[in-house]
């Protein structure tokens, strides 16, 4: 089955500074790769996602990019903010079986 | 407009027990689906339903079942209830199955077994 696996598991960064979250992927027909912020007491939010057909993707400060090759897609967050702070996990989507398989989770802090 | 409702918000279940959790999707959205969540984890599939019918199975054992009613709530089921268990279910909703269209997550119903 399809496996995903994250880095780092924690991360701690200085307010302005830029994040870099990395996830592997094992199913090299996976097509599509969400990503999701969950705050404590909440459900997972998606903040961005990248179809397997596009490189980069980029909201504001949140950018995405993809190399089915490697089989790796990072997660950047630039200028980050206190309100960035948050475990962010990576997902991937087989076409198939259209199910969610998420990576095992970042804890972002962003110091003030 | 209300998102994604789930309840009860905590249970509280010993060993052998039997639990069932509820979910109500975004008005308008078909399809529902339930993640199990273990403490410093990602979210894992259990099911999705569309339509009332089952649509996808997750690797979970036959104590866990779900079902999908006419109005499109759904609930989960836990049978024989054990101490691994104990975790945050989480349910998700979309317009309809499929690769593109986005899962929006619930609150989750914390789940510990005692």
């Known amino acids: 089955g399809e496996n995903v696996e994250q880095h780092p598991s924690t991360l701690s960064v200085q307010e302005g500074d830029s994040a870099v979250i990395k996830c592997t992927y094992s199913?090299?027909?996976?097509?599509?790769f969400p990503w999701y912020k969950q705050e404590l007491g909440k459900g997972p939010q998606l903040i961005i996602d990248i179809r397997s057909n596009v490189g980069e993707k980029k909201d504001q400060r949140i950018a995405v990019t993809l190399n089915k090759t490697a089989k790796h897609f990072s997660l950047h967050i630039t200028e980050t903010q206190p309100e960035d702070s948050a475990v962010y996990f990576c997902?991937?989507?087989?076409?198939?079986?259209?199910?969610?398989?998420f990576g095992s989770g970042t804890q972002l802090t962003v110091l003030p | 407009d209300a998102g994604v409702t789930q309840s009860p918000t905590h249970l509280i279940k010993t060993r052998g027990q039997q639990v069932t959790l509820r979910c109500s999707p975004i008005?308008?959205?078909?399809?529902v689906s339930w993640y199990q969540q273990v403490l410093g984890q990602g979210p894992q599939f259990i099911f999705q339903?569309?339509?009332?019918?089952?649509?996808g199975r997750g690797n979970f054992p036959d104590r866990f079942s779900a079902r999908q009613f006419p109005n499109y709530s759904s609930e989960l089921n836990v049978n024989a209830l054990l101490l691994g268990d104990s975790a945050l279910y989480l349910c998700?909703?979309?317009?309809?199955?499929?690769?593109?269209?986005?899962?929006?997550f619930g609150p989750g119903t914390r789940l510990t077994v005692l």
């Open positions: 997902a991937a989507v087989v076409g198939s079986a259209r199910q969610l398989t």
């Open positions: 339903y569309y339509e009332k019918e089952e649509r």
């Open positions: 199913d090299s027909a996976s097509n599509y």
């Open positions: 008005s308008g959205h078909k399809s």
């Open positions: 998700a909703s979309s317009l309809m199955p499929g690769t593109y269209n986005e899962q929006f």
